[in-house]
């Protein structure tokens, strides 16, 4: 079965700190793919990233980096110097590439603190 | 724009009294998935279509229907409403990265 864990539930951060958000997940397929979303109070869903399962190049963008780690089967979440704005509900999601079933995460709420 | 658009934004209704939640997008996408999102599960698939005509399943279908008549729209339906239906409900378009519409808050009474 296939499974995707947030165990972090909130994260409150004083603001420039760095902070990790930490995903596990499981699966039997072979190809798979990983994602992150942002979902700001507005309620939106923003998507951040997409990794697939055969890369395991680490992906930096901006403050954000992502570290995949095939071996732990984990996909943390860095953000670098948080800001206000970084304040957000994070999901962390997982879909086979056979199939069209996707499952997320319970989501972790980050707090950014001025 | 590309977007995916979902109607209405908001709605309060009773037990009982069946609702259509309408999703449309314009990215001529195969794919597109309905998701209900409640406090502390996350987000959880209701159902899914690959195409046209094509749907099936995901973790969460129990009193939810849809259809896929055309590719644009994928709407979602609830015959008989319950309280336990009361949630934020999201429309996606697209696989792998899926383009989520705005949400629809529910609630049923």
């Known amino acids: 079965a296939q499974k995707v864990t947030q165990a972090q539930t909130e994260i409150s951060v004083v603001e420039k700190e760095d902070v990790t958000l930490d995903c596990v997940y499981e699966t039997r397929d072979t190809t798979y793919y990983l994602f992150w979303y942002k979902q700001p109070p507005s309620g939106e869903l923003v998507f951040l990233i997409r990794r697939n399962s055969f890369d395991e190049q680490n992906e930096i963008s901006g403050r954000y980096s992502w570290n995949f780690q095939k071996s732990t089967s984990s996909f943390n979440f860095t953000i670098t110097a948080s800001q206000v704005v970084d304040s957000a509900v994070y999901f962390c999601?997982?879909?086979?590439?056979?199939?069209?079933?996707?499952?997320f995460g319970t989501g972790t709420r980050l707090k950014v603190l001025a | 724009e590309a977007q995916v658009t979902q109607n209405p934004r908001y709605l309060i209704t009773v037990t009982g009294k069946k609702l259509t939640v309408t999703c449309s997008q314009n990215?001529?996408?195969?794919?597109m998935s309905w998701y209900r999102q409640d406090p502390g599960l996350g987000l959880r698939q209701i159902y899914y279509?690959?195409?046209?005509?094509?749907?099936d399943k995901g973790d969460v279908p129990e009193g939810y229907k849809v259809s896929r008549k055309e590719k644009r729209n994928f709407p979602l339906i609830l015959e008989s409403p319950s309280p336990n239906q009361t949630s934020l409900y999201f429309c996606a378009s697209g696989s792998p990265r899926g383009v989520f519409g705005p949400g629809t808050r529910l609630t049923v009474l």
């Open positions: 990215m001529n996408h195969e794919y």
């Open positions: 279509s690959m195409n046209v005509e094509v749907t």
């Open positions: 999601a997982l879909g086979g590439s056979g199939t069209y079933k996707y499952i």
